[in-house]
């Protein structure tokens, strides 16, 4: 089973700073990983798949970058609606299941 | 716009089963893959079985196998699990996802289910 870890836990922003969100594989996922947002009491919302593509209706804020084992979530002039915690997810097994989410980072303020 | 409606969730007690559904709209269902996705206090978010679009295989986390049976009736676009001889640590929040080459484009609002005697 692929490990995902996100680090940090926990990061404190102001609004309008820049955040950078890191997710590691315990192997090569090529560029097969997912970054999703969750908000208190919400279901995850799909922000960046492929790794660096933005899901519709994103906006241009959201990057994804990386490939292999090393990945990040960058968040530019955060918003309030952007205090969250965001998880990382791998399908490099597509179809056959055994897709694996990281911790999640809790973004606050 | 898509839609997807869990239902079913409840309170149980260990051992028992338990039936849910996600009753999907807006769009063409049988073209997509469906997946469950758990989100529990002990593990997070856990990925527990897809049941692809094309008509393959269902595939099953190994902490749900043998348990759990995942079904789809496209005729009434409805996604199902089952759950049997459920434990303790599968409380949890379970969300339907639509499925789009591994990744999830969208959730449902999610269905409780508390397994506790």
């Known amino acids: 089973e692929v490990v995902m870890t996100q680090s940090p836990a926990t990061l404190s922003v102001s609004p309008g700073d820049r955040a950078a969100l890191s997710c590691r594989a315990s192997?090569?996922?090529?560029?097969?990983l997912a970054w999703y947002q969750q908000r208190p009491g919400q279901s995850p919302r799909l922000l960046i798949y492929?790794?660096?593509t933005r899901a519709t209706a994103i906006p241009a804020r959201f990057s994804g970058s990386g490939s292999g084992t090393e990945f990040t979530l960058t968040i530019d002039s955060l918003q309030p609606e952007d205090f969250a915690t965001y998880y990382c997810?791998?399908?490099?097994?597509?179809?056959?299941?055994?897709?694996?989410f990281g911790p999640g980072t809790k973004v606050d303020i | 716009e898509v839609q997807l409606l869990e239902s079913g969730g409840r309170l149980v007690q260990p051992g028992g089963s338990l039936r849910l559904s996600c009753a999907a709209s807006?769009?063409?269902?049988?073209?997509?893959?469906m997946t469950w996705v758990r989100q529990t206090p002990g593990k997070g978010l856990e990925w527990v079985s897809t049941?692809?679009?094309?008509?393959?295989?269902?595939h099953y986390a190994d902490s749900v196998k043998g348990r759990f049976t995942i079904s789809r009736d496209n005729s009434k676009n409805t996604l199902y699990l089952q759950m049997n001889s459920l434990r303790v640590d599968d409380t949890g929040i379970y969300f339907c996802?639509?499925?789009?080459?591994?990744?999830?484009?969208?959730w449902g609002q999610g269905a409780q289910v508390i397994v506790s005697s």
């Open positions: 807006g769009f063409t269902f049988n073209k997509y893959g």
């Open positions: 997810q791998q399908y490099d097994n597509w179809p056959r299941g055994g897709f694996t």
């Open positions: 492929d790794a660096s």
């Open positions: 996802a639509r499925e789009d080459w591994g990744y999830y484009d969208s």
């Open positions: 049941f692809n679009g094309n008509g393959g295989n269902p």
């Open positions: 192997q090569s996922v090529s560029s097969n």
